[in-house]
Structure formats: structure tokens, C-alpha cells
């Protein structure tokens, strides 16, 4: 079974913006120009990792010369982080965090993780992966400006988690003797792994079965 | 927390081989020779990755010429493939499916993968993560031969879980209403997602908080 990925939820948005910038392209605009060179970036580290990624594919892509680049960006690091902080992190709030913020029960926000993996099922993420933890696999070891960035986003995760279970147990829906803290962590590497585990096989099967595992988890939080 | 990859369990017998090399590298027996490669690129590719592996930094730790190593290996493609049959698959049988296979009870085998967990913890596994998940991230979906390769590894070690958790459905240990094998991709992505996760904060915090929430999962498993 394939997955493909650029047909989707995850996916659909950027594809939108990247209709946008070719649009925008000729316009000389110093914002657009910044901002086409980080969408572009984005998309070639997702296919290829930081430390692969093309510069002059991008440059391409973004229709920019390396010249603007620079103006930019004093270096491929700093285009690099750029595509973290402005792509990566509210791409994740929008998936994975909004979600659970929006709930209107701790209930509703354990189910919420559910549909946003089911929606990630979908859009066929199995084929390249989170690109949260892509780049964390990647570069947490060699750059501390990625690892800080990148950690910054999964303790904004974690911690919305760690809150809907600490609410959960407000109300006695969630067991009280778990640590929301800790519990939120594990929740966190079980999706990571999965999309993982979905990105060795390219396709979505143990996908499913990581999900089924997850909803088994989250049953055993509640109280009985 | 600091961690250190090269003291503890997973890492202590390959210093011993790595040691051993190194006496054996004027000989030139040509197995040697091609073992000493092999090796070399291990650490090479889990410190940099595959793609970032230097090949002049592989030839000198291996004490081996350019010539020799297309001697034994007609790419850095095939040297790559084979860390993952020499190297990587006998490390996972080691440390993951062995002690599942000389389990004497099904809940033995369950506990002996929370105390592989906890060896890699004092191992220190945070700093450079898994060595077979690093591969199958980078590789899985640009390098077929690879991609396989680390397959058949992931499969092994989950038919050994579903093994254990289908044999303790036969002796009413484990619930009869999960189904085995997918829960088994479930065990095997929340490791390799605590080891993500560790990886990315580079200290063994959430490390220790994922093992707890394996080992709840795993009390979820069971008949109650």
C-alpha cells in the first residue's frame, strides 16, 4: 500500500502557499523573497535532510538568486532554523497542539490525538515522516541552534498534553496515578515512533497498528 | 544529565572489536581488512549518518587505502549495506531479541524488554539514538537496499514480541482480545520513539519517562 505525499491533510496548506509564491515570484518584494526561500528550504529538507539539502535546488525552487540568499540568511544554518521556527513549529501547533488547546473536554483532546493521527494516516506521511523529528534525528547531535528550536516545539506538545491529562484528572476522568508530565512524553514518542516505523516500511500498516496501540494506551489512562 | 555513548551495554563489545582491529591492522589478511572497514564505517555512519559519512575518515580509522576498500566494496552504497547485515542486525538480535528468545516465560520476555530499555539508558543510547532507527529515518525512503535491509531487521525483533505476547495469550497470561503482532509495532515504535525523544533533548529524561509508559502499557497487555 502507498502513500503519497503531498495529497492530504498535512500537506495541503503548504501546497497552497507554494502555488502562492510562484505567483508572487517576480515581484521583488524583500518579505516574499524571505519567504519563498523558506518554504523552498523547507521542502527540500524534508525530502533530503539539512545536511543534504541543495542549495542551488532551492534557490531554484524560491527563484531567488544566492545573492539575495545571503541577504537573507548569513548562512544555510540560519535558513535552516528559519524553516524551524516558521514553518515546522506552526505546522506542528496546527496538526498536533491546536487540537488538543480546542478541545472542550480532556476526553474530546485524548480523542483529538487520535484524529490527528488518523488525518496523518491519510495524508501519507509514512513516506518522508514527521519533519519535526526528521530534523531532530538529524541534527539535535551536531547543532545545539536546531536542538533548542526543535525541543522548544515538542515541550510546547508536551506540555499541552501533560495538560489535558492534569484536567482529565481534575474531573476523575483520568486516572490519578499517573504523572500527566511523563505520561504526555510517552504519548509524544509512541507518534513519533509510529510515523517511524511507517517511514522504514513506506507504507501505512504499521501505522495502524501504532494507532490502535496509542487508543489502547489512552483507554488505560482513564479511569476504569 | 550528560550521557556517554561509548561507555555501558550496547557499546562495550564493539570497543573490544574496535581495539582488537587495531592490533590486527598490519597483518593484511584481507578479511581483516574488509572487517576492519565494515567496523570503521559502523561508528563513521552512527555519528554522521550514511550520507554525511566521510569515506577518507572511515579509510583512517580503518588503516586501510582507497584501493583496498573498492577492493572488498564497489560503492559506499554496498559498504553501507554491509554495517546494517554485519554490524547493525547481530547489535538488535543482541540487545532486543535474544533476551526475548531465552525468556522462560512470556512475562519474562515483557520484563526483559524493559531492562534492555534500562540498559540503554545507562548506556547512554540519548546522545547518538539507535543506530538502526538513525538508518532506516535517513535511508528508508531514497535507498531501497537499504531500506530492506533494515526491514528485515524491524521484523525480526517484532515477530519476537508477537511471539512472546501470543504465547502468553496461550497460557491466559496476556489479554486475548489484542492482537500480537500489531502490538508488537506498537512496542517497538514507543522504544524507538523514547530514544528519538531522548536524542533530541540529548539527556536521558524523557528517556526514563517513556520506559514507564512502556511498562504501563505493558500491565495494560496483561489478564488483569
Redo the contacts between chains.
Sequence with gaps: MGCHVHNGLIFFSFTYILVGMNRTRTRKNPDQTRQNLVQAAYWEIYR??F??AGLDRILAQAGVTKGALYHHFPSKTALGHAVVEEIIQPLIHRIWIRPLETAESPLEALAAIGQAMEGNLSAGAC???CPL??L???M??IDEGF?KR??TI?QLWREAIARALREGQQLAQVRSD??P???A??????????I??A????NSE?W???K???E??F??LLMA
Design positions: 533530503h535532510g545536511r543534504s513516506e518522508l515522516g523529528n526528521n531532530a534525528q538529524e539535535s547531535p536542538r526543535l525541543d515538542f499517573i504523572d508530565d511523563r505520561s512524553a510517552f504519548i509524544i514518542a509512541a507518534i513519533e515512533g509510529s517511524g516505523m517511514k522504514n516500511t513506506q504499521p495502524r497498528a501504532c490502535e496501540g496509542l489502547r494506551h483507554e488505560s
